[in-house]
Structures are given as C-alpha cells and as structure tokens.
C-alpha cells in the first residue's frame, strides 16, 4: 500500500499490536490523499505505470492494493489484475471503485500467498516492503506465484533519504544497519502509529537474490511534468532529491 514518507521518530512510544498500521482507521482520509497528492499520484503511481510498460493481457497481481488506483490503471491498461491488501476497510474502498466482479481478497504479505504457482506474469509490490521486518518468506511467496520469466516490480522508500532524514534530526545512525521506526500519522482527525523497518541498498539486493530474482532495472524517478504547477514547491524538491527506489526483478 503506497505511504507518503514523512521524518520517521524512532521514539514514538510503542502501541498496542493492532494499533500499528492500522489503515483501517485511517481508509478513506489516506485514499483521498494516496489518490489526489503528489507522492503518490504524480510521482510513484506513474513511475510504476512506466516501468510496467505494456501489460496488455499480462496477469498482474497488486500486492498491497489498498483503496485500488493502481488496480483500476493497471486493468485500463489492460491486465488481468488481482489485488490483495490485509486492511478490509481499504479494500470495502477498491470493491465500491472497481466493482463486484474485481479479484479482490484480504491477505498479509507476510503469510503464504492465496494463489497456486505460476498463477501472475507480474506482481507489484507498490510501497510495502517496508511494513516488514523479514523480507524473505515474502519474496518467496511472490516468486513463487510468478511464472518463470515473469517482473516483480517494486517501489520502496529510498534508504539515502531515510538515512538523511535521521541524520537531519540528530539521530546517529548507521546506514548499514536494518532498523525499525515508528511514526505518527494523523488524517482525518485520526492518529495511528505506523512501524516501518529500513534497511540499506545491498540489503535490499541481496534479499531479492536470495528469494530467485534476476535484478533487471533500478530505477530513480521524478514526478510526472504535470505536478510542477499543482505542486510547485513539493515539485522542486522530489525533482532534486529521490523519495523512493524503484526496482524491475525478473523471476528466473
């Protein structure tokens, strides 16, 4: 489910379990800003959109789908598309936007996936890898539910502007570690604690080597042209300085 990153505080007081994340309460304030803001839709959207290229026909899996935007794109592009998410409220948002008949199911990524093998020529896994602690079992899933030869395409916050936005705030930490933090999110007049675990470039690479991906593109974006005069001043700034890091992984 794609985030828009803000400086993570490490010292947020931990909440209970099933408080962390939780974007059921915060659904339709967070769809409205994933769908109209421009880390989102003129930024990570369509630099996954590019990087997908041609899908016409493809059988592509959302992994993370959330109030669905990329689902709908990806299904008038064409694609066979079905999209999983853990929270059931942002997925109440996809059914009402893409109908009764969207492939549409409540899973975590950190369970076994709810497909059988070879079932998606692409997944897409848009801003959530870095919910989890353990990519492994993950990556192993998506491989598993990829034809050989199929993508995984990824998009995952960008460990340089991580490490600078701690250093920024006094933190000292080590860019080569793996690390948790919490931040507070608040929309809609709701606060939730949100956990996300960063790890370094190499980190990342080796995990996709390990699952059974071939690393194919590495990609760092800038927002679409069109968000320079909606959003001049957030336009200069991820025009110079990368929030995230994109990724094309061939399954072979």
Avoid at 141 to 165: C, F, K, N
Wanted: hydrophobic share 40%; glycine share 8%.
């Amino acid at each position: 489910m794609a985030r828009m990153p803000t400086v993570p505080e490490d010292h947020v007081e931990p909440a209970h379990p099933s408080r962390v994340n939780d974007y059921d309460s915060l659904a339709e304030a967070y769809a409205v800003e994933n769908e109209t803001g421009i880390m989102n839709a003129y930024y990570e959207r369509p630099a996954i959109l590019a990087l997908a290229g041609e899908v016409t026909g493809r059988r592509v899996l959302d992994a993370g789908c959330g109030s669905g935007p990329l689902f709908a794109a990806l299904r008038e592009r064409g694609a066979a598309v079905s999209g999983i998410d853990n929270s059931t409220r942002m997925l109440e948002l996809a059914r009402r936007r893409l109908g009764d008949g969207a492939d549409l199911q409540v899973a975590d990524l950190r369970d076994p996936l709810p497909f059988p093998d070879g079932a998606f020529d692409d997944v897409i896994a848009s801003l959530v890898l870095h919910y989890l602690e353990d990519w492994g079992p993950t990556l192993s899933e998506m491989r598993r539910v990829l034809r050989t030869g199929g993508r995984l395409i990824v998009s995952v916050d960008h460990p340089m502007m991580v490490y600078a936005q701690h250093r920024l705030a006094g933190r000292k930490v080590s860019y080569f570690g793996t690390r948790n933090s919490l931040e507070e999110w608040t929309m809609g007049g709701r606060t939730v604690p949100m956990s996300f675990w960063h790890r370094p470039l190499h980190a990342m690479t080796d995990a996709f080597t390990a699952a059974g991906f071939r690393l194919a593109v590495v990609s760092e974006q800038q927002p679409v042209p069109e968000a320079r005069e909606l959003f001049p001043d957030e336009f200069r700034s991820l025009a110079t300085t990368p929030s995230f890091l994109f990724f094309v992984l061939r399954a072979d």
